[in-house]
């Protein structure tokens, strides 16, 4: 891990230090590569990969899903096996632990009530002459919901997905998780019927994809996909987009911390350790006016890195994407921050509240040392789908507005429409769209 001090290597060092690569210019491991080598009888790019994926599920759709599964996931299943059966289901019951079963209950209930408080309304405005004008908020019929079973089985992601979906109104839910030796964790599992999950597939990656956008004889179409996974799942997800509809293009988690000299650097280390555990490929990164809790942090984070049993990963996160920035003020780290543009960003610092209204680019913000990021992972009640790799500056954390569209609607008396024909008539005209004056006279405009 690599500390800096602005002072020393100055701010555009620092913020070359601070951008992010692309999602769609990470390098691939070399096993990776290897296995592509083997798959494909080609060293081929991750969308190279995905653009082969993808245009097969199009053209053969289940045949292809199948082959892929075999090929990549290492299970052999016919369509018929496909879907999670309710035998399955009972089996997950048997393999629960009944206080963690509780435990997500708990976040069920809490995420659903913040997403309730978010769902929009529809409206309808009177303007002049009896002319109304409005806009319904309706749910998407179908969506398409994708669970990450890789290096860790995520049940939180079910309940991040599927509960603001269930909110919004979604008539059908489907939801894709890679299986591991033909199964889906059986947390994974019952979150989804917790929820109302309507059908769970047992394909991952760029195949349950496009097996989602375009449909199969198996797999429905939906109209949008959710959720987010490695490389090659956001690949397809791309590659798919303009078919369906899609959330975000997410690509390895990150943490940026905002501290100052009142930070516990025990927590700070804690805090960066939460996401490098994840991937190699994750992003920790801590921005202090503090040279002291700087050089405590780094020491504490190798203390920490002991024990975890994650380690390996956690430690090429650190080794790869570790950063501390020893900042002159706390404007010049928030100004850091805001071009960072984290997933989420935690204020370690004494008066959090104070900054807040400084900062404009953050997939979700934690505020002070009681706040830390797992718990709006797990339990507080905001979405943990966020935006990574800078995106924050145009995206939003999933929402219930993530499931709906909105329509408006024109209704005009014929003394309105009169009243402002001339002034159609003449931008019409004034476009070159003739049939469009017509249309506005033959109604008894000029």
Known sequence: MRIVNVKECGEQEVERLLQKAAFDEVELSPAIREGNKKLFGADLTAAEVVAKIVGDVRREGDAAVMRYTKLIDRTELTPEYFVVSEAEFKEAETLVNEKVMESLRRSIANVRRYHEEQKPKSWITYREEGSLLGQSVLPLDRVGLYVPGGTAAYPSSVVMNAVPAAVAGVREIIMMCPPRDGKINPYVLLAAKEIGVSKIFKIGGAQAVAAMAFGTKTVPRVDKITGPGNIFVT????????????????????????????????????????????????????????????????????????????????????????????????????????????????????????????????????????????????????????????????????????????????????????????????????????????????????
């Not at 780290?333 to 680019?361: G, K």
């Not at 999933?398 to 309105?416: C, D, G, H, W």
């Open 235 to 446: 690949l397809a997800k791309k590659a798919v987009y303009g078919h369906c509809d899609i959330d975000m293009l997410a690509g390895p988690s990150e943490i940026l911390i905002i501290a100052d000299e009142s930070a516990d650097p025990v927590y700070t280390a804690a805090d960066m350790l939460s996401q490098a555990e994840h991937d190699p490929l994750a992003s920790s990164i801590v921005i202090t006016t503090n040279a002291a809790l700087a050089e405590k942090t780094a020491a504490e984070v190798e203390k920490q890195l002991a024990n975890l049993p994650r380690k390996a990963i956690a430690s090429a996160s650190i080794e790869r994407n570790g950063l501390i920035v020893v900042a002159e003020d706390m404007m010049q780290a928030i100004r850091f921050a805001n071009l960072s543009a984290p997933e989420h960003l935690e204020l370690l610092t004494e008066q959090p509240f104070q900054l807040l209204p400084h900062i404009r680019h953050a997939g979700a913000v934690f505020l002070g040392a009681n706040s830390p990021e797992p718990l709006g992972d797990y339990f507080a009640g905001p979405d943990h789908i966020l935006p990574t790799g800078g995106t924050s500056r145009f995206y939003s954390v999933l929402n219930v507005e993530t499931f709906m569209k909105r329509t408006s609607f024109i209704s005009y008396t014929q003394p309105a429409l009169k009243k402002v024909s001339d002034d159609i008539v003449r931008l019409a005209e004034a476009e070159g769209l003739q049939a469009h004056a017509n249309a506005i006279r033959l109604r008894g405009g000029k």
